[in-house]
């Protein structure tokens, strides 16, 4: 499948139905020197008093059988963020209590930022990332998540994306 870019006018393939952001927003290169700091694929933690751990939105796309995945980061609580590391690799993990977490990651394409929105934060079996449920308020991004998007909401995703 390909598309006719808004932006450009080129076509492009997909539009793909995923995109993700590699570190936290807060994030900098200068905390990679930083023996409190980390980040790897998965997890980050910013001068040892910041947590972070990589999840999914997911958003359901209404006239398409898949979903729309957001890669996004959330904080976690310290004692959060340990429990989830320590049962990283526990099978049934998924049947944990939900985590509370602030979005960090400003995503493209909503006109007030998604920044710091309020997530909770539901483990997955071993292998998958957390999927985030973003607090029902009237913040385009949650609704969107409740409402569902269209393909042509997926395609503006993409050229914002791609020629960002």
Known sequence: MSFRCGSCAQEHAGPPFSY???APAVWSDQFA???????????????GEH??????????????DTDFDWGVWTTLSEP??????????????????????WLSTDLPGYDRSTLW???????????????????????PLAVEQREGITTARV???????LHA
């Open 20 to 22: 993700g952001s590699d």
């Open 33 to 47: 020197a930083d023996d409190d700091s980390e980040l790897d694929d998965e997890r980050c933690v910013i001068r």
């Open 51 to 64: 947590f972070f751990v990589r999840a999914r939105i997911l958003i359901p796309v209404v006239d398409a």
């Open 80 to 101: 959060n963020f340990r429990r989830m590391s320590e049962l990283w690799t526990t099978e049934g993990r998924e049947q944990e209590p939900h985590y509370f977490g």
């Open 117 to 139: 929105l309020k997530t909770h934060v539901v483990t997955q079996p071993v292998g998958e990332r957390p999927i985030l449920r973003l607090e029902p308020t009237d913040h």
């Open 155 to 161: 395609r503006e995703f993409a050229e914002l994306v």
